[in-house]
């Protein structure tokens, strides 16, 4: 009763408010670029781009460029010597460092404004979930980064997910499992074996949050790899082995609906969602998935309605700009348009100016617009991932899709891939390394079924396989278990952090191979 009250005020107070700039989305995001102009217009940088003489999108894009994070860095570095106002016009509170999917980790400082801002944000996107799917009578199972993995000068630095949880509100703290002690926690085994613990002994897990990835990481091994050690726990109480004996099947697996009966929400972000959301379902049984789109450096949009794929942009924070989907960082100069002047079913290139004084930033994500009224876009991964052999544009998503209307034709399961396109003698194709949850019985077949299923989502391929300028694809089963073999090993050189790491999607053949330690075999 008390939590069905809570779901009512936090609609109203938060999400009622922000449904009337999505009625209005040119009216939002003109107040909003006004307010970001003279929040930071005595900063070096303002008075440098004359925010001052700025009062519309025409004049903003006269006098801002485009940015990279190489340009905005050397105004970054000189917060953190301590020149302050270059960059932000107050004070910085904690340094977020990003995952590094894109090349070396970026540092983002944030303010006691850009906290307040993701605060709130991080509030709506629990009151949009709770409003499709009610789960605030329970606690959230999470798997995040570090909230402070080292310092810089006087400041702490850390990773996004494990701040949210870690400085959130009093409501995500309330809610939250594990402790926060567990986010900081470096040892790989330690810190899954730690979260699994307290999750076990939590008999009323209603969400799991956290990137898409690892929650699948974490949720498997308490599935198929945690029994063993469980039930000879001595920190578990008799009611936890009672409940851990009733949820044990014939296969010496845990069954997770049987564990936690109110599981009703997974949030999702990080990844591309077509390839995951079987193996959230197989997982989890009927659980809603709440897509939340963000970075390190904001949070772009969350899911407001259930029967829309994607998410609503954050009109009343975040100032969008898009152009032309291409590869490679965008030119200073690039032709951009408003939000207002995008078109359904089109690929753009999205740039942001956010509340972390972020002008005219180059986010290399590819967004499309699957909604106009409302307002609602998908991401369709990073713009390196787009594959471009021979004119067929290629994303992340299309590759997704493909192998999800595969999995379901020929009743299998994909875990995770990679793709490492191949240009030789004979020709080019896609060679995908894959990893299967449940192989499919003919190999051969399931790789003619993904040819077709990606001829059928992306018509230039199938007008490239077509000319035959590009040969069939080709499948390359990866052994269970590689994938996480490659999170931990990232996790032993410190080249990453748990809850960070991301295997990345397009590679060359022998990274691989090398990566993935294969032993090929190639599908006829």
């Avoid at 089963?477 to 295997?503: A, H, W």
């Amino acid at each position: 009763m008390i939590w069905s009250l809570a779901s009512k005020i936090l609609y109203r107070m938060k999400l009622k408010p922000f449904l009337k700039t999505v009625e209005d989305p040119v009216a939002a995001q003109e107040q909003r670029l006004l307010e970001l102009l003279r929040y930071a217009e005595g900063t070096t940088y303002g008075k440098r781009h004359r925010f001052s003489d700025i009062g519309c999108y025409e004049e903003f894009v006269d006098h801002i460029p485009i940015n990279q994070y190489s340009d905005l860095q050397p105004y970054i570095q000189q917060e953190l010597e301590g020149i302050n106002n270059s960059l932000y016009p107050e004070p910085i509170q904690v340094v977020l460092s990003t995952s590094g999917s894109t090349g070396k980790p970026k540092l983002i400082p944030q303010t006691a404004t850009c906290l307040k801002s993701l605060k709130r944000l991080r509030i709506m996107s629990f009151a949009a979930a709770a409003n499709i799917r009610p789960f605030l009578h329970g606690k959230i199972l999470v798997m995040v980064a570090p909230a402070v993995y080292t310092k810089i000068g006087e400041w702490d630095v850390g990773y996004g997910t494990g701040q949210a949880m870690k400085g959130g509100s009093r409501l995500i703290k309330s809610k939250v499992v594990p402790s926060p002690d567990v986010f900081d926690i470096k040892d790989w085994e330690l810190k899954f074996r730690e979260t699994i613990r307290q999750g076990i002994n939590t008999p009323k897990v209603t969400a799991c949050g956290g990137i898409t990835s690892f929650i699948l990481a974490l949720l498997r091994r308490i599935k198929y790899e945690s029994i063993d050690w469980l039930k000879n726990d001595p920190t578990l109480s008799s009611k936890t082995q009672h409940r851990l004996q009733a949820a044990l099947t014939d296969e010496n697996t845990l069954d997770l609906r049987a564990l936690w009966p109110k599981l009703s929400v997974i949030f999702h972000g990080g990844v591309v969602r077509d390839l995951y959301e079987p193996m959230i379902c197989d997982l989890a049984g009927d659980v809603h998935i709440h897509e939340v789109y963000a970075g390190t450096e904001a949070c772009y949009g969350i899911q407001l309605y259930e029967d829309l794929a994607g998410v609503v942009p954050m009109l009343d924070d975040i100032v969008f700009e898009f152009a032309s989907m291409q590869k490679g960082p965008l030119p200073p100069d690039v032709e951009t348009i408003p939000l207002i002047e995008v078109k359904k079913n089109t690929p753009y290139r999205i740039i942001v100016s956010t509340p972390s004084t972020l002008w005219r930033y180059d986010l290399h994500d590819v967004v499309m617009f699957s909604s106009l009224n409302p307002l609602t876009l998908q991401c369709l991964g990073k713009s390196t991932n787009i594959l471009n052999l021979s004119g067929e544009k290629v994303s992340e998503q299309h590759i997704s899709a493909a192998l999800t209307i595969t999995s379901e034709e020929q009743d299998a399961l994909v875990r995770d891939f990679v793709v490492a396109p191949q240009v030789g003698s004979t020709g080019a194709c896609y060679h995908l390394f894959v990893e299967f949850s449940r192989a499919p019985h003919d190999l051969q077949g399931f790789t003619k079924g993904f040819d077709s299923a990606l001829q059928a989502v992306n018509r230039l391929y199938w007008e490239v396989r077509t000319a035959s300028t590009i040969s069939p694809a080709v499948i390359h089963p990866v052994p269970s278990g590689r994938f996480d073999d490659y999170e931990f090993n990232k996790l032993q050189s410190q080249q990453c952090t748990i809850g960070q790491t991301k295997m990345p999607r397009i590679t060359t053949f022998d990274q691989a191979q090398e990566q993935l330690l294969i032993v090929t075999a190639t599908a006829a």
